[in-house]
């Protein structure tokens, strides 16, 4: 089970190293349940500072897919590594919608997280539209598709994928444990029909859309469903924290 927290543009310097402090503290005895906090570029490293030593980890929110160069305003792979990062989202649906990334942008930087030991995050996810046409699986098979195309993993741990409805993120609106549980075993198969089963039942499949401490543990208790990406409610300590002893309790 993994528990990860995407901050988005959220937090100061400040604020970032208290709600670090306090998700350090959460997380001293979740036992059986991965803990990641994925801030702001610039915070990493003073959030990384509270957090060494513990069991969170931390990761990027996206990365440029070249080692380095003539890219102003961009964030290399090595720059995360050199920060404490051991994770990084990519592909999630804000960079899509609102940064143009195209699924050949998601791939190069799956691959580039994946040559230099960082565990992608990768986020797929269909938007209202496409679930109103009934097109989701065909919709996340197409993104799985294309940004793990010649991808070779060695373990299920070298990446995780996130399924994330885009109509349920930030929206309160979640969606139903069954409809999580369905794009997960969907997601599931079609990584063993990719990879191997062994290796596909190894991946972490997270859910990501309002999750929140009410909702979490029916959504978490899903079969295919291995933790939570978490948006507005791993800003607060003590939401995530929750968020955090449901799936102690599950896992345990
Ligand atoms: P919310 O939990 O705020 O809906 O955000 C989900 C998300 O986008 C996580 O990456």
């Known amino acids: 089970m993994l528990i990860a927290g995407n901050w988005k543009m959220n937090t100061d310097l400040p604020s970032a190293r208290a709600l670090a402090a306090g998700v350090r503290e959460s997380a001293a ?10 801030p702001p570029f610039v915070l990493l490293d ?46 999630h649906s804000e960079r899509r919608a609102l940064f143009g990334e195209t699924d050949e942008d998601v791939h190069a930087r799956v691959r580039q997280a994946l040559d230099n030991d960082l565990v992608p995050v990768l986020c797929v996810g269909e938007t209202l539209d496409q679930r109103r046409g009934g097109t989701q699986q065909k919709v996340v098979a197409e993104q799985l598709e294309k940004a793990l195309e010649g991808a070779e993993l060695a373990s299920g741990s070298d990446i995780v994928v996130a399924y994330e409805p885009v109509w349920a993120i930030g929206t309160g609106e979640t969606a139903t444990p069954e409809q999580a549980q369905s794009m997960h075993a969907f997601a599931r198969k079609w990584l063993k029909d990719r990879f191997t089963d ?34 507005g409610a791993s800003l607060k300590a003590s939401d995530f924290g929750a968020i955090i002893e449901h799936a102690v309790h599950l896992a345990g």
């Open 46 to 91: 003073g959030v990384y500072q509270i957090l060494q030593g513990s069991n969170v980890k931390v990761g990027g929110q996206t990365l440029h897919p070249e080692d380095e160069g003539a890219f102003t305003g961009e964030v290399s792979a090595q720059m995360l590594r050199s920060v404490g990062c051991s994770h990084v989202i990519v592909g």
């Open 198 to 231: 062994e290796l596909a039942a190894d991946i972490c499949i997270l859910y990501g859309g309002s999750m929140k401490p009410h909702n979490a543990e029916e959504l978490l208790s899903q079969d295919d469903v291995d933790g939570g990406l978490i948006g």
């Open 29 to 38: 005895d979740a036992e059986g349940v991965e803990v990641l906090v994925c």
